[in-house]
């Protein structure tokens, strides 16, 4: 059988990292003016960090570049002073994200020790952020405290969200007279930032040969898609945190049959490209939104035969992707940010309540179908302080945590794949507000960030940076420290020191973060329920149902 995904909240499809903004204060001196490929920049220095904030790696998508793979910026001859964020892509307002934006917005930051020199060859971290390709941007993520403890170069960018960034169209397809692809233009945008890291990030003291991709949610979902995409480029590592749940992707006439539908929807019954781009940004963005704005809109990349040519995890399973050292990852509760975030979106909307026994039934049945039965007898309500809890448990064992497993056992046929589970239960929550029917969401979906970027803030909710005790500040050093040793050296080190063994089917054996001590997990398998979910999981993967994992 095949899943249909999660309902009843946030779409499994359009999972989202928190969006956060990032405030800079260019309180320091002036960098060296630095060469790139567009022109020479210059930065700002503080703290003994190098910044270049808002630098152009694509001409801006707009008007006839928009649903265009990019190209490159134009030359400029004098300085450019990046000191400033660019604009980040158009998305909508939910309590994470303080909507708005502007198409003009393809744009990295290049942050770094001020003493690296073009000689330094450092190990160039490229951060992909998530949001459920609708929300986010680059500039919530500050990389000082990786790049003070790693001694790396770290990059963040901007990609097109939305059906800005993954909208299928014949008379987009038909422009495409090499390819003939349409949709795949925030992956694309993520592709030009590396072509744009190697051509230039020497100049900045990193090594454009040794490239580690990170990313979270929708940016581990990239990360994922990066690495089997044909159209990447080499990468030294990856890692992937959150980010299987995306088991299959759309096809190009899947991508292109729904463009055509949403064409009619805003007027153009003629189907031409012409008038796609008249349609405005703010309802493109409305119209591609989350399960929040009542769309229905699949948002994704989609096997095109040119930038994706399988299906992800058959590709894995094949072999076809890049057999590089690679961490991946999921916290032990992921979903209940989800149900969370439901019941405040409920209290928003007048109707205050968490999920009742009857909307957990109809959920799983919506989820199954036939199999519902078997689902609602494997996690009984019985089992679970409310229908929250029961919500909670099964969107995160399906949606999440046995999609791990699954590419982590068909990833290590082909290289080294270190596994981890995020599993510190009372992590400081900077994301939701408290929520009366879910006393804590515990170690659930995106909590790590802040353990990889402590300034990190929801500065739309007025949360954070978070509040650590003494020893999660001690896990958010060891993880940080395990990131960039496999940037610097292929291998990561345990967060509590130590070796971190390589992943194989037949241990089943994961790196557990916990405060304040760590260890190695055997249980994750049973814990999560992963032999039960295995037929319905190889089957949405259009996988063989012996396949080991």
């Not at 500040?473 to 960039?484: K, P, V």
């Not at 130590?498 to 194989?504: E, L, M, N, R, V």
């Not at 994750?524 to 190889?538: I, Q, R, S, V």
Request: glycine share 12%.
């Amino acid at each position: 059988m095949v899943m249909r995904g999660i309902g009843l909240g946030i779409a499994v499809a359009l999972v989202a990292g928190p969006a956060s903004a990032r405030m800079v204060t260019t309180v320091g001196v002036p960098t060296p003016v630095v060469q790139t490929t567009g022109g020479p920049i210059q930065g700002y220095q503080l703290g003994g960090i190098n910044f270049f904030l808002g630098v152009p790696y694509a001409a801006p998508p707009v008007g006839s570049l928009r649903w265009v793979a990019p190209t490159p910026p134009s030359f400029q001859g004098a300085t450019r002073q990046t000191v400033a964020f660019g604009n980040f892509c158009p998305q909508g307002l939910s309590q994470l994200s303080p909507g708005g934006g502007s198409e003009d917005c393809l744009y990295l930051n290049v942050e770094g020790p001020a003493s690296a020199t073009q000689g330094s060859k450092l190990p160039v971290m490229v951060w992909i952020h998530g949001g459920g390709l609708t929300t986010g941007s680059g500039q919530e993520y500050n990389g000082t405290s990786l790049i003070q403890g790693g001694n790396v170069i770290f990059v963040s960018l901007n990609y097109r969200l939305g059906l800005l960034g993954f909208m299928g169209h014949p008379a987009l397809a038909a422009e495409d007279t090499v390819h003939h692809s349409s949709g795949n233009y925030g992956m694309l945008d993520q592709q030009a930032a590396l072509a744009w890291v190697r051509a230039n990030i020497a100049n900045f003291g990193g090594d454009p040969n040794n490239l580690t991709i990170f990313g979270e949610s929708a940016g581990g979902q990239s990360v994922i898609t990066q690495l089997y995409s044909p159209l990447t480029g080499k990468l030294k590592a990856a890692i992937i945190e959150s980010g299987a749940y995306a088991r299959t992707y759309p096809t190009q006439a899947e991508a292109q049959s729904q463009g055509t539908s949403l064409a009619t929807t805003f007027g153009c019954t003629d189907q031409t490209a012409a008038c796609l781009r008249t349609i405005p940004a703010a309802a493109l963005v409305v119209a591609g939104g989350s399960d929040d704005t009542g769309s229905s809109s699949v948002i994704a990349p989609n096997v095109d035969g040119w930038m994706l040519t399988q299906q992800p995890f058959q590709a894995f399973a094949a072999g076809n992707f890049q057999h590089i050292p690679i961490i991946d990852g999921s916290n032990h509760d992921e979903y209940r940010l989800f149900v969370s975030e439901n019941d405040l979106l409920n209290a928003i909307g007048g109707h205050p309540g968490g999920y009742t026994a009857a909307d957990y039934i109809a959920l799983v049945q919506g989820l199954a179908g036939s199999f519902a039965p078997q689902v609602l007898a494997e996690y009984p309500l019985s089992k679970y302080p409310s229908p929250n809890y029961a919500v909670a448990a099964v969107g995160t064992d399906y949606a999440f945590s046995c999609g791990a497993l699954l590419l982590d056992a068909l990833m290590s046929q082909y290289t080294s794949v270190y596994a981890y589970e995020f599993n510190d239960i009372n992590p400081p929550n900077i994301f939701l507000p408290p929520d009366p029917f879910m006393t804590s969401i515990g170690d659930s979906h995106a909590i790590e960030l802040p353990y990889l970027f402590p300034t990190y803030r929801n500065v739309t909710l007025n949360l954070g940076p978070a509040a650590f005790t003494l020893p999660q500040q001690y896990l958010g050093g060891g993880m940080r420290a395990a990131w960039t040793s496999l940037a610097r050296y292929g291998r990561p080190l345990n967060p509590r020191g130590g070796a971190w063994g390589k992943y194989s089917v037949a241990a089943h054996a994961f790196a557990s973060f916990v405060a304040p001590s760590n260890g190695t997990e055997t249980g994750f398998y049973t814990d999560h329920k992963c032999n039960f979910w295995g037929p319905a999981l190889l089957s949405e993967a259009g996988l063989p149902p012996e396949t080991q994992y």
